[in-house]
């Protein structure tokens, strides 16, 4: 009886013990987890600056942003601004919608108004957690509406196209990996175009690869990581008045470092592009660089 007895201690005293380790070590991987990119909740978690898709945030996060760009080439510059809203419907599922406003010019030529208006979904096919490491594969889908106006570059006295003139369609896979120091990712997509009048702007494919480190990752304070990423955009002639128009297309890869910042509320993000190989079709003036800044506040209470 007393062996017994000194067996269902033992036993008891592992069982504790176990428990007490158990529960150490899950403290360790909470305090691990939450330092480095991971150090704030995943809607201000570090992102790619100009490469689509990684917009996976949390039930019911809503955040504005505003997006501006200012691309400088041979006697050519073009700035953009996008304000735009996103909102997570569910954990693996979100929703962006963004409206362009631009200012184009080309040989003295300008052209400025609204771009086209953008619907797009984000679904996680695929994920896996570890202790201090994610990863995810992502489905993007969106479709434009054609609410900005078709200048034609090519024997138009207007200076660039603010949008397709008709319904675009683009659908893209990204695959990324996070960790408590380094983050990298991978996308490709395609943007299918539709025509109207007998103008068609050609189908797009896009290719894009970054990579980045973490600096700064306090707890419930701030996250600053630097990135640099790969962008590349490869363009199909268009086919204008139904005659094709060999001056149009081309492709191109821009090499852009940026460095990210954020605070449970606040997003900033600024980065430099240089323009590093550039094939156009036809007589077309080239892209040399551009800069970028990404600003964005989320509005719900941040959760605990």
């Known amino acids: 009886m007393k062996c017994i007895q000194k067996l269902y201690l033992l036993m008891l005293v592992f069982a504790v013990s176990t428990s007490l380790y158990a529960k150490e070590e899950y403290s360790a991987w909470v305090n691990q987890s939450k330092q480095g990119n991971f150090a704030l909740p995943t809607s201000q978690q570090p992102g790619p600056l100009i490469s689509f898709g990684q917009n996976i945030v949390d039930k019911g996060d809503f955040q504005l942003y505003s997006f501006f760009d200012y691309i400088r080439g041979q006697h050519k510059n073009s700035k953009e601004i996008i304000p735009y809203l996103l909102y997570g419907i569910r954990e693996d599922l979100s929703l962006l919608v963004g409206l362009p406003i631009q200012w184009l010019q080309a040989n003295g030529n300008r052209e400025s108004g609204l771009g086209d208006l953008a619907f797009q979904g984000e679904y996680v096919v695929y994920e896996k957690d570890t202790f201090t490491s994610t990863y995810q594969v992502t489905l993007v889908g969106a479709i434009t509406a054609p609410t900005g106006s078709v200048a034609q570059v090519v024997s ?149």
């Not at 949008?163 to 991978?186: E, K, R």
């Not at 139904?242 to 081309?250: H, M």
């Not at 605070?263 to 430099?272: E, L, N, P, S």
């Open 156 to 304: 138009r006295s207007r200076a660039a196209a603010l949008g397709f003139g008709s319904p675009s369609f683009f659908i893209g896979v990204t695959s990324n990996y996070y960790a408590t120091d380094w983050l990298w990712w991978i996308s490709l997509g395609g943007v299918l175009t539709t025509q109207r009048d007998g103008t068609k702007f050609g189908n797009e494919g896009w290719y894009q690869a970054g990579f980045g480190r973490n600096i700064i990752g306090k707890k419930d304070c701030c996250i600053i990581t630097w990135m640099v990423e790969a962008t590349g955009f490869y363009d199909q002639h268009a086919r204008i008045d139904g005659i094709l128009d060999c001056n149009t297309g081309g492709n191109s890869i821009t090499i852009t470092p940026s460095l990210w910042f954020s605070t449970r509320r606040f997003i900033a993000q600024f980065g430099v592009g240089y323009v590093a190989y550039q094939h156009l079709f036809g007589q077309q003036q080239k892209n040399r660089w551009l800069v970028a800044l990404d600003v964005g506040w989320k509005f719900n209470s941040p959760k605990p």
